[in-house]
């Protein structure tokens, strides 16, 4: 009945670590760490967050044989050796198993990101091309980590790892691009009254429909003056006889313009004029996005000297005065793929979160940009890493921390929740849907984004947060006594109303129905563990 994951457990649940939580700023998102096995989590989250994130990023084991992969969870020390014959396969699918979970995650736009090195960059681009289709990929990133290379590797000193990148949908994914620096701006564009621009493209057409026979109108004369000055007429005749004509021409053959007459004379400024050898050509300017700094497309091969491996060591080892995890990913390095792959109001999700690296990068470019992003960060706790080495960087970097050369560190803000997976039996007794309705506030909480609590009684709960209500109600018996809580409450409820079935009864709601939207349980969350464990 279940997957190898699940084989003699019962279904997966969250419950709140009381006294862990960050309360921040109300009107930001709240950041969600949750402890225990990845699949579990990625299982929760179904149910929370289906298509509801922007981007994924995860730092796999990269299956080394040195002791960084084991294939039974049941078993911490059952690493698997670079000699066993297997190791790909059990890599693969202890990977496969994860990955269909994290599809049904992301947004139709949404994008996600796998850092890997040789050992299993091969099998993982096979392994993606399957689970999200071919069409789907997006690139191979060599990402640069130690430009001097790896002075131990046989042949060649290795300097890069890779970045696996795969859209939901590819037509309707949108990769984002770089701001510039002032070196670049300076190097790439130039500034007019108007604000930056660069040269874009010739004004002459190109293409099928760029003939003067299928745009006739746009076929026309434009004259230029001594002083640099240009102009054209509605008869299509110089002002003065001096005045040098500029046709659509190209290759002897008659094309034509891409701007109107109207167009022209209105935005004169927004066109570049060249000339070389007695041959002038008109080209548009280019300027970035109304509102938008001036970007750059990244490339295919990551590099920037912040990207270095040695830099994540050190920004962990400032934070906690020693080393504690080995090889964490630079925060210049995650801060970039958020750039690139999230809005500043989206949600990133890291099930392989390891010492937290993505929380603080989210973290920090929210602080850069006054941005509203969430994280979502999911590690088991193995080594601790969890209680002593991810929750307290979070909770570091969130309130403020001493460095290691004595100095206050400022805190970057925000709010957080630590949860722990835990589990309900799966039997489908009515005992066991009563236990399971009980111990799902955690997860509709989550689920509907409202942790304030607004009213706290044994049969029904009620939570806000800034624009809604959740209501859970977790006895039938208990349906009065809510309506008349909510009746004295102006909003909105979404409504979770216990029920062995899939009936919310909706007739007991007749007298408020303008107010709730009601959803059964635990029937809506049974419906997603059942398509995930069969």
Request: aromatic share 12%; charged share 30%.
């Amino acid at each position: 009945m279940f997957p190898n994951e699940m084989k003699g457990k019962p279904f997966p649940i969250l419950k709140e670590t009381k006294g862990k939580e960050i309360n921040g700023d109300k009107n930001k998102p709240v950041n969600l760490l949750i402890e225990g096995d990845n699949y579990h989590s990625l299982a929760v989250l179904n149910f929370t967050h289906e298509e509801a994130i922007d981007l994924i990023y995860i730092d796999p084991p990269y299956n080394t044989g040195n002791n960084d992969f084991t294939y039974n969870d049941k078993i911490k020390s059952n690493y698997v050796q670079k000699d066993d014959p297997f190791r790909h396969s059990k890599w693969l699918a202890f990977m496969e198993k994860r990955l269909k979970l994290a599809k049904k995650l992301l947004k139709p736009t949404g994008l996600l990101f796998m850092s890997i090195d040789d050992n299993e960059v091969a099998q993982l681009r096979l392994l993606c091309d399957e689970i999200f289709e071919e069409k789907n990929f997006v690139a191979t990133l060599p990402t640069i980590m130690n430009l001097k290379g790896n002075q131990d590797q046989f042949g060649f000193a290795g300097t890069h790892e890779y970045t696996l990148v795969y859209a939901k949908d590819i037509t309707q994914a949108k990769i984002g691009q770089f701001l510039l620096n002032e070196d670049d701006i300076d190097e790439l564009w130039e500034e007019d009254q108007e604000g930056f621009f660069k040269k874009g493209a010739n004004l002459k057409a190109t293409g099928v429909n760029a003939p003067r026979n299928k745009r006739p109108n746009l076929f026309f004369p434009i004259f230029f003056i001594k002083n640099g000055d240009f102009y054209v007429t509605n008869d299509d005749k110089a002002k003065n006889k001096d005045d040098i004509k500029v046709l659509p021409i190209t290759d002897s053959k008659e094309m034509s313009w891409r701007w109107s007459k109207d167009k022209i004379r209105n935005e004169k400024n927004n066109l570049i004029i060249e000339k070389n050898n007695g041959t002038i050509s008109i080209y548009k300017k280019q300027r970035p996005a109304l509102g938008d700094l001036p970007s750059k497309k990244p490339k295919t091969i990551f590099y920037k000297p912040e990207y270095s491996s040695g830099n994540g060591t050190a920004q962990l080892k400032e934070i906690f005065g020693e080393k504690v995890f080995n090889n964490p990913k630079p925060i210049d390095l995650i801060k970039d793929f958020v750039i690139l792959a999230s809005p500043n109001n989206g949600i990133v999700l890291d099930f392989m979160a390891g010492s937290g690296t993505t929380g603080h990068a989210v973290s920090a470019l929210n602080k850069e940009d006054d941005g509203n992003r969430q994280f979502i960060l999911c590690t088991n706790n193995e080594n601790n890493i969890c209680t002593d080495v991810c929750y307290p960087r979070l909770k570091k970097v969130i309130k403020g921390y001493k460095s290691t050369k004595g100095e206050n560190v400022a805190g970057l803000g925000g709010s957080l929740k630590y949860y722990v997976c835990d589990f309900v039996e799966a039997e489908p007794t009515d005992k066991n849907k009563r236990k399971l309705v009980s111990e799902s506030t955690e997860m509709l909480c989550i689920r509907e984004n409202a942790f304030e609590l607004v009213r706290d009684e044994s049969d029904f709960k009620i939570f806000k947060n800034s624009d809604k209500y959740l209501g859970i109600v977790y006895y039938e018996e208990a349906i009065n006594d809510f309506k008349k809580a909510i009746k004295k409450i102006k909003g909105y409820f979404n409504t979770y109303v216990f029920s062995l079935g899939d009936d919310p009864h909706e007739k007991q709601f007749a007298d408020v129905k303008g107010k709730v939207t009601l959803c059964a349980i635990p029937e809506v969350i049974l419906k997603v563990y059942r398509e995930i464990f069969k």
